[in-house]
């Protein structure tokens, strides 16, 4: 079955860097293109970055230039770096596959928690 | 592109048929998924393409629209419902989701 279990969260003062993973498993993964999608405490859901099969990144403008969203398809794992970190960036941090079909984000992984705080 | 939901939050009965509305700021065809998050849960995909149900899904969602204007029933309300709901665009990038609907089961 498909699964996705990210890690790597944890507490990191601001400014400071912090790379989360994601491993994938239960499907072809060099096929799919993924998503990072965050949560702040008690928030709303939103989009971050994109990475298409042929390894094309997009990004949301706030984490322009600080994140970048990498792929290793030996290995099925997913990457985020942040850098610069803020304090806005706190938040669940989840990996998502894209299925594909019509862009729909068809599996998520559990979330991984990323605290911001000196 | 913004994506307007409504109500933020309601309250029904189990058995009650249920409606959310979800409005996009430009033409977006049926470029438009939903999702269900329980609390202290990871979203789950529900419905793409404006009205395709994901495997899995209970019939008693469905999803219709086009353009700007796109709804989210939910008929017969099962207490396991009891949730938030997001619509999301898949138009272009970014991408951007709505602020959510939190139903409640009274």
């Known amino acids: 079955q498909v699964q996705l279990v990210e890690s790597g969260g944890g507490v990191v003062q601001p400014g400071r860097s912090l790379r989360v993973t994601c491993v994938a498993s239960g499907f072809t993964f060099r096929s799919y293109s993924f998503h990072w999608v965050r949560q702040a405490p008690g928030k709303g859901l939103e989009w971050v970055a994109n990475?298409?099969?042929?390894?094309?990144?997009y990004y949301e403008d706030s984490v322009k230039g600080r994140f970048i969203m990498s792929r290793d398809n030996s290995k099925n794992t997913l990457y985020l770096q942040m850098n610069s970190l803020r304090a806005d960036d706190t938040a669940v941090y989840y990996c998502?596959?894209?299925?594909?079909?019509?862009?729909?984000?068809?599996?998520w992984g559990q979330g991984t928690l990323v605290t911001v705080s000196s | 592109i913004q994506l307007t939901q409504s109500p933020s939050s309601l309250s029904a009965s189990v058995g009650d048929r249920v409606t959310i509305t979800c409005r996009a700021s430009?033409?977006?065809?049926?470029?438009l998924a939903w999702y269900q998050q329980n609390p202290g849960k990871a979203p789950k995909l529900l419905i793409y393409?404006?009205?395709t149900l994901h495997s899995g899904v209970p019939s008693r969602f469905s999803g219709s629209g086009s353009g700007t204007d796109f709804t989210l029933t939910i008929s017969n309300l099962q207490p396991e419902d009891s949730a938030t709901f997001y619509c999301h665009h898949v138009y272009n990038y970014p991408r951007t989701f709505g602020g959510g609907t939190k139903v409640e089961i009274k």
């Open positions: 990475i298409s099969d042929d390894e094309k990144e």
């Open positions: 430009q033409g977006i065809s049926h470029y």
């Open positions: 998502v596959r894209d299925g594909m079909v019509l862009g729909e984000m068809d599996y």
């Open positions: 393409a404006a009205s």
